[in-house]
Structures are given as C-alpha cells and as structure tokens.
C-alpha cells in the first residue's frame, strides 16, 4: 500500500501567509489603530476641577429630541454647591444610586456582579448598575445608546474622571447635571419644579422622591402616579434609617409625608412598576 503524503502546513486556510491569516491580522491591526485613536480622542476631564460644563450630551440629546418633534426645547437649571444642598438629600441620592461612591474608584464591582445575577434569574438586563461617576461620564459625554463600544468608552471616561477630580467635585457636577423631569437639569432646578423649595430646603421625604426619580425621571415624576416612584422612595427612607443616617423618628415622618406626597399606595399593580433606566 503506497502511504499517505503528509499534508503541508501551508494546505491550511489558517497557516502562516495564507489569505484568511492575513485579513485576520489586518483586521486585529485596525481594531488596535481604532481602539488607540479612540482612546487618545476622548475628552479630558481635568478642564471641570474648576469649569462647570455649558452644556452635556444629555441636554444636547433632550433639545434634539424636541426639535424632532416639533417642539421647544425646555431647560431648567441652575447652578449649586454641594452645600447649598440638603445634607438629606445628598444622602438620599448617594443610598439610592452608589452607596459605596466614596469607597470604589468609579466601577462597583459588586454591583456590577449583582446586576448580572439578577440579569441572570430574569432573563434581561434590569438594574444598571452604573456609579455616580459612571452615570457622570455618560452624561457629560456620551450618548443614551447601550452599545459595547459606548460601554468602553464609559469606562475611560470614568477612570479620567475619578483621576482628574475629587469625590465631592464628581458628585457636585453629577447633581447639577442630572435630569430630574422633562428639561429639567440638576438639584436645584429639581426641587424647586416638583416642590417648590431650593435644594437647601429639601425635607428627607422630599429628598427620598427626588432620589426615587433618578432611573427614569421623565416617567415618574410626583404628579406621576407612579407606584415605583413610592416604593423606591420608601425604600429610600429605611436604608437611610438602617445606616442612622435619620432616626427612627425622622423616618417614620419622612414615610407619611412621602405618603402625603405622592399618595398612599398609588393605583397599579407590581406589573405598572416601570424599572427602566432613561439615563
């Protein structure tokens, strides 16, 4: 029996100089040139250790949507320091969305963990389980799309920042720029549209439903009706209460006056409790 020629390494569509290895290389090489280009083109957070920002691609994004439609813009914001804010406020903003803000370095890994076992048992992606700082970066920059390659620069972006600036400068911009109802853009602008009173004014009840607001603030707002915005906001007053940050007292006024508020128990079942996150 004549014996089997042994076949050539170079017979492979994957061997060294054939056709298919070289596009692959190719193709690995732009990603790299892509991935270096986008990295060295994304902004500096530096410029904001002192600047506030005029504008944000959320705003930006917000009066783009308004003009589609037809409509005017609306834009309703003014500027704080962090102090000129309730201290129940922050605290309720901080319990709500990062409670680990001031110990992380701009990415909760447990959270992140968190999310995807809850992704996991529900069969889709519920909380976001983006840090202020995170939450930050795509505000200011990016825009409202869940793409991978968003994602990515998100996390540059979030590393800049927490590089660039302190903690109590992130969560300065983060609550003078985040949205709290249609054009409505910071703290300030947020109490004094749903309650009537500056941002120094804010009650802890007052504090827990601005706080409640933030995953999709256009959806529920107080005159909303919705029962996930009472919810959150009573689930905002006990963490509060279980870390002492208010007392027993304190709570317990803050769950009645949410209650006064917004309504005991609005209307709707569990399946009307919208969890989508618009930011």
Same mark, same amino acid.
Request: glycine share 6%.
């Given at each position: 029996m ?5 076949v @050539?390494?170079?017979a492979?569509p ?16 732009? #990603?790299?040139v ?8 994304l902004?500096? *957070? ?5 600047e ?11 009066a ?9 813009a ?19 903003v ?6 680990g ?6 990415? =909760?890994? @447990?959270?992140?963990r ?6 996991w ?8 389980a ?18 991978l390659?968003?994602?990515a ?14 903690k ?11 949205e ?8 300030? *602008?947020?109490?004094?549209?749903? #309650?009537?009173? @500056? ?32 919810k ?26 949410i =209650?006064r ?9 569990? *399946? ?8």
């Amino acid at each position: 029996m004549t014996p089997l020629a042994p076949v @050539s390494r170079s017979a492979s569509p994957w061997g060294r100089g054939s056709p298919r290895r070289k596009v692959l290389l190719a193709l690995a090489a732009l #990603f790299v040139v892509f991935a270096v280009y986008e990295y060295v083109t994304l902004p500096d *957070a530096a410029r904001f250790e002192k600047e506030n920002p005029k504008t944000t691609a959320l705003i930006d994004k917000r009066a783009e949507e308004a003009r589609e439609a037809g409509k005017k813009a609306r834009r309703r914001q003014q500027w704080v320091p962090l102090t000129a804010v309730s201290k129940h406020a922050v605290a309720a903003v901080l319990i709500s969305e990062d409670a680990g803000f001031y110990v992380h370095e701009g990415v =909760d890994t @447990s959270e992140v963990r968190k999310a995807l076992e809850e992704a996991w048992e529900k069969g889709h992606l519920g909380r976001g389980a983006s840090t202020i700082t995170q939450q930050l970066a795509k505000n200011l920059w990016l825009s409202t799309d869940r793409s991978l390659l968003r994602k990515a620069k998100e996390l540059v972006l979030t590393r800049r920042l927490e590089d660039a600036l302190t903690k109590k400068r992130i969560l300065t911009l983060y609550l003078n720029v985040a949205e709290w109802g249609q054009g409505v853009y910071g703290i300030e *602008a947020g109490a004094r549209e749903h #309650f009537g009173v @500056s941002a120094s004014q804010l009650t802890v009840a007052q504090g827990a439903i601005l706080a409640a607001m933030l995953p999709a603030p256009r959806k529920r707002s107080p005159s909303s009706g919705s029962r996930a915005l009472w919810k959150r906001a009573h689930w905002i007053v006990d963490q509060l209460a279980s870390v002492n940050r208010i007392s027993a007292a304190q709570a317990d006024e803050a769950r009645s006056d949410i =209650d006064r508020l917004l309504g005991r128990k609005p209307a709707g079942t569990d *399946a009307d409790d919208d969890d989508t996150d618009e930011r």
